[in-house]
């Protein structure tokens, strides 16, 4: 049940940021399209990031020490257009058009995903 409120969280954010953020867009021939491809594109987001980013903080610690912690942003800008592209292969109707939407994009999907985290009572997000 967790697994789905956070999947449905994620794609509310990113739904929220193709509104926000030009460059980042959805597309879809009727709403239930674009919903689909919303969770499609949040559960590729969760899955990259939750095999990648790991990896990469271990990997870059270095990097992140020395840029005391900015250099997540652009690693997190990389991680919204490695989402892009595996989305464009399984030909899903999302894109990013370049490092600086992905990097907006990014920042956006992190502050609106942690907003609505902070409105969905954790006994709901921890089951």
Do not use: Q
């Not at 939407?101 to 409105?119: D, Q, R």
């Amino acid at each position: 049940m967790g697994f789905l409120i956070r999947l449905a969280i994620t794609a509310i954010a990113l739904w929220i940021t193709t509104l926000i953020v030009p460059g980042v867009d959805v597309g879809g021939r009727s709403g239930g399209n674009t919903a689909l491809t919303l969770v499609a594109v949040a559960l590729i987001f969760g899955v990259v990031n939750a095999v990648l980013k790991p990896v990469i903080k271990v990997v870059g610690c270095v990097f992140y020490l020395l840029t005391l912690g900015l250099f997540a942003l652009v690693v997190n800008a990389l991680l919204f257009l490695l989402t892009d592209w595996i989305a464009r292969h399984l030909d899903l109707p999302f894109r990013v058009e370049g490092f600086w939407p992905a990097f907006w994009g990014a920042i956006v999907m992190a502050v609106v995903t942690w907003l609505i985290s902070v409105a969905v009572p954790d006994s709901l997000a921890d089951r």
